[in-house]
């Protein structure tokens, strides 16, 4: 059964980082490519980045390039997301997500999510 | 960016009803459209990817269609397990956008 599981979300002050933890399991991640999608409170859903099988490859959304980096460990089968300069804006639940098919983003299994709040 | 305007953004029905959800994209996204849906408290589950294919173990009263920019999502024979948010996702080209999401009550 695939699962994956977030962690690592918490209250932090803006300015301030925050590292998010994606356990995977139950499909081979290193063939995978993955993704972070955030969803504000009451909102709709918003990509953030992704990043290729290899982790050579990765993309962001414009608002977060600069400040937050996407990075994976295959041989852990953990997605990571290094989110630094917080903002206020940048509180939601961050949802990891597997892509469907290789290059192609949508996303076929979402773990739970982790809720993330910036404020002081 | 892309922008995907979903509609309506929300919809009240009667069991055993047809609904159908549609998604017009700002610009063709080459069927490169996915539909997904949200259940309060839970994680987006994928239902339609490349606008017409169903995902895995996604009943069969649910389908997709459109090309070009515009797509739409039809659920046959309304079910109470059916009460979710609905969103489309464009994933032509970064970064990848869902609409605002359509809120399906039953009546």
């Known amino acids: 059964e695939v699962q994956l599981v977030e962690s690592g979300g918490g209250l932090v002050q803006p300015g301030r980082s925050l590292k998010l933890s994606c356990a995977a399991s139950?499909?081979?991640?290193?063939?995978?490519?993955m993704a972070w999608v955030r969803q504000a409170p009451t909102k709709g859903l918003e990509w953030v980045a992704s990043i290729s099988t290899g982790g050579g490859n990765t993309y962001y959304r414009d608002s977060v390039k600069g400040r937050f980096t996407i990075s994976r460990d295959n041989a852990k089968s953990t997605l990571y997301l290094q989110m630094d300069s917080l903002r206020s804006e940048d509180t939601a639940t961050y949802y990891c997500a597997r892509a469907g098919s290789p290059h192609y983003w949508y996303f076929d299994f979402w773990g739970p999510g982790t809720m993330v709040t910036v404020s002081s | 960016d892309i922008q995907m305007t979903q509609s309506p953004a929300s919809l009240s029905a009667s069991l055993g009803e047809t609904v159908t959800i549609e998604c017009l994209a700002s610009?063709?996204?080459?069927?490169?459209l996915a539909w997904y849906q949200q259940k309060p408290g839970k994680s987006p589950q994928l239902l339609i990817y490349?606008?017409?294919s169903l995902n895995d173990g996604v009943p069969s009263r649910f389908s997709g269609s459109g090309s070009g920019t515009q797509y739409s999502l039809k659920i046959n024979s309304l079910q109470s397990e059916d009460v979710s948010i609905y969103f489309c996702?464009?994933?032509?080209?970064?970064?990848?956008?869902f609409g605002a999401g359509t809120k399906l009550e039953l009546k």
């Open positions: 996702q464009q994933n032509y080209d970064s970064p990848y956008t």
């Open positions: 490349y606008a017409n």
């Open positions: 139950g499909f081979t991640f290193s063939n995978y490519d």
């Open positions: 610009e063709d996204i080459y069927s490169n």
